[in-house]
């Protein structure tokens, strides 16, 4: 089973990673600003880190002078977009980070894998890879990325991968984008509920401090429509779930997916969630509210692949056929 579970992982951190478009719009290769320590005023933009270290990433701080530190370090370096093309959809791609993880945007929480002291969880074998909003961009100037960094033992910081910007491959076909940060809690045998944590969507939760655990878990994410949306013919993506889940907009249950086989002849995961919106549930100008009860029948769980958000039915079928 142990390696059955190996071999699964690999395959799906494959998937995972062949969903999004492999075209690098902007290398953040090189070098960065960097200070150990933990100020959260360090995510801001505009702050002055002229008198901190220069390092490269990726590459582990050990061999950059920091050999024997284990605590926070925080990461930062500008960029330009000038000549990002404008109707791109974009993402963060930061390889791998040991051991947790948060990103900033501008001073914005984009991503984070893992979890930060007092209930730390490594996340030394997750592939970073954050999607953002385009109206996080200054357009007009620089932009900061500030990466904060709790390393537990061994070696530390961003350590390997292709750092860059890249153009993801499906975000450009939902109106409402909800790839991100979800609230989540795990429901043991469905009932005996935990605190709210937070998660990234769409990456499974084990490399997110929940290694092992198979079980009922929910999800919860608030979102309100643009202005101007038409409420007809609205469809909530959520790409693909592992392995069953009951979803829910408004307090309304819109779409189950289960197939009730056991572990090893189940294919709800690999069924992709597309749910029609009833007209007149969504509310306009409101915020909605989304709950996914989530349960895993073994190996990796949660929602693993996008897109996730809030299309039209037409723009939905036309992503199917691309």
């Not at 998937?15 to 953040?28: G, M």
């Amino acid at each position: 089973m142990g390696n059955l579970r190996i071999v699964f992982l690999s395959v799906l951190s494959f998937l995972i990673n062949a969903s999004l478009a492999q075209e690098r719009l902007i290398n953040l290769e090189g070098s960065w600003k960097f200070s150990i320590g933990d100020k959260q005023s360090w995510a801001d933009p505009f702050y002055d880190d002229s008198s901190w270290e220069t390092i490269h990433a990726p590459e582990i701080w050990e061999n950059q002078g920091f050999h024997g530190y284990d605590g926070f370090a925080w990461y930062r370096k500008s960029f330009d977009v000038t000549n990002l093309p404008k109707s791109k959809s974009l993402y963060l791609h930061l390889g791998h980070i040991d051991d947790a993880d948060e990103v900033y945007l501008n001073g914005k929480l984009i991503g984070f894998s893992g979890h930060m002291p007092p209930k730390f969880k490594t996340a030394y074998k997750a592939e970073r890879q954050y999607t953002f909003p385009a109206q996080y961009l200054n357009k007009n100037g620089p932009n900061v990325i500030a990466v904060r960094v709790f390393d537990v033992t061994r070696e530390g910081g961003i350590s390997s991968g292709r750092l860059g910007i890249y153009a993801s491959s499906y975000s450009s076909s939902l109106i409402v984008d909800l790839q991100g940060v979800w609230s989540f809690r795990i429901d043991a045998r469905g009932y005996m509920k935990t605190d709210w944590e937070q998660i990234m969507v769409p990456i499974p939760w084990e490399p997110q401090g929940y290694e092992n655990y198979d079980g009922w878990a929910t999800y919860k994410k608030s979102f309100v429509l643009p202005a101007g949306t038409s409420v007809e013919n609205l469809v909530l993506v959520l790409g693909k779930i592992d392995d069953f889940d009951r979803t829910y907009l408004n307090g309304k249950l819109i779409g189950i997916t289960r197939d009730d086989r056991p572990l090893g002849k189940s294919i709800s995961y690999y069924e992709s969630r597309a749910y029609t919106i009833p007209p007149g549930l969504i509310k306009l100008n409101e915020k909605n509210t989304i709950i996914i009860e989530v349960e895993d029948i073994g190996m990796t769980g949660g929602i693993w692949k996008g897109p996730v958000g809030v299309t039209t039915a037409t723009k939905y079928y036309r992503y199917l056929k691309e």
